[in-house]
T-cell receptor, first 114, second 112 residues
Framework: DAGVIQSPRHEVTEMGQEVTLRCKPISGHNSLFWYRQTMMRGLELLIYFNNNVPIDDSGMPEDRFSAKMPNASFSTLKIQPSEPRDSAVYFCASRTGNSYNEQFFGPGTRLTVL | AQTVTQSQPEMSVQEAETVTLSCTYD???????LFWYKQPPSRQMILVIR??????QNATENRFSVNFQKAAKSFSLKISDSQLGDTAMYFC?????????FGAGTRLTVKP
């Protein structure tokens, strides 16, 4: 298995532009998580899906952020419009079963908003 | 809300020696899970060890072991026979249902 796949690995954009981050979870995993990592705030859970349904999006910082999971093998995190303070590494993780099971993380997308 | 505190921003240890990383958490839940993740310079998050709160026996994975004190809400990680490859950020995490909260991390440097 290729593990969790994220694209792009690096994204540089200008303030005000729309940014879309993509994630392909491990096949068979029924839970998917989006995290944001910054020096100031550490690793924050933004949203998680269970069986493609968003369960808790309380971590999403603003309405500028949205996430979708149209099917079991694909999810997107969109920022529109982007701002410099959105610069961070965004991780996607997937897991099967319950909370005890390991979350497998993707390599992350480093986003820089100029 | 659950919170996870790692009070040691940075630590260092000599190769082959033992080091303990601290973690405390706050929760009103009785059933939950605790994890230690490692993030080397490659940025990849790697699970090191995990513990179920209802199990009293401390988890062990090769050179890695935990000291889980449920009443004190403490979950420390001990790394024995430290190796250069252990140099990384270490994150303590609390899991309940589908929620996951991470501590701020401890940067560990293993010195040759």
């Amino acid at each position: 298995d290729a593990g969790v796949i994220q694209s792009p690995r690096h994204e540089v954009t200008e303030m005000g532009q729309e940014v879309t981050l993509r994630c392909k979870p491990i096949s068979g995993h029924n839970s998917l998580f989006w995290y944001r990592q910054t020096m100031m705030r550490g690793l924050e859970l933004l949203i998680y899906f269970n069986n493609n349904v968003p369960i808790d999006d309380s971590g999403m910082p603003e309405d500028r952020f949205s996430a979708k999971m149209p099917n079991a093998s694909f999810s997107t995190l969109k920022i529109q419009p982007s701002e410099p303070r959105d610069s961070a590494v965004y991780f996607c993780a997937s897991r099967t079963g319950n909370s005890y099971n390991e979350q497998f993380f993707g390599p992350g997308t480093r986003l820089t908003v100029l | 809300a659950q919170t996870v505190t790692q009070s040691q921003p940075e630590m260092s240890v000599q190769e082959a020696e033992t080091v303990t990383l601290s973690c405390t958490y706050d929760t009103s839940e009785n059933n939950y899970y605790l994890f230690w993740y490692k993030q080397p310079p490659s940025r990849q998050m790697i699970l090191v060890i995990r513990q179920e709160a209802y199990k009293q026996q401390n988890a062990t994975e090769n050179r890695f072991s935990v000291n889980f004190q449920k009443a004190a809400k403490s979950f420390s990680l001990k790394i024995s026979d430290s190796q250069l490859g252990d140099t990384a950020m270490y994150f303590c995490a609390f899991g309940h249902n589908n929620d996951m909260r991470f501590g701020a991390g401890t940067r560990l440097t293993v010195k040759p």
